[in-house]
């Protein structure tokens, strides 16, 4: 930048002083331009990470609605089955063999 500066004003003593006093300024707004790109690259890095976080966060909500749409219905399976076993034993009827395998099968999953 003095080299510039040197360059514009040819070196007269007469505008040494102005010639420093830009060259000084100039330095000074190029360590607050530093400062500010740094802030603002920390402040963009950040509001990145918070992208992030949150475009991975809407996608297991939209993971879990679909899965649970495709899967939900098994709920009410397994509540009908566990009240037809519930009546089967109150009434003190045999279950059958295939009945046994069923539950046993059922069972299984859940744990």
Known sequence: M???INSVYGGNT???SVGNDIAESHLEIEKYYDEYYKKVSDLYSKTN???NGF??????????L???KEYDHYDEKLEKV???RQEKLKKNSL???????FYQRVN???L
């Not at 279950?95 to 395998?101: G, M, N, T």
């Open 14 to 16: 007469e505008y040494a």
């Open 82 to 84: 566990y009240k037809t």
């Open 66 to 68: 679909t899965t649970r």
């Open 2 to 4: 003095s080299s510039s």
């Open 55 to 64: 475009t991975n966060a809407k996608l297991k909500v939209e993971r879990r």
């Open 95 to 101: 279950e059958s063999a295939s009945d046994l395998d």
């Open 49 to 51: 990470d918070w992208m």
């Open 108 to 110: 299984s999953f859940i």
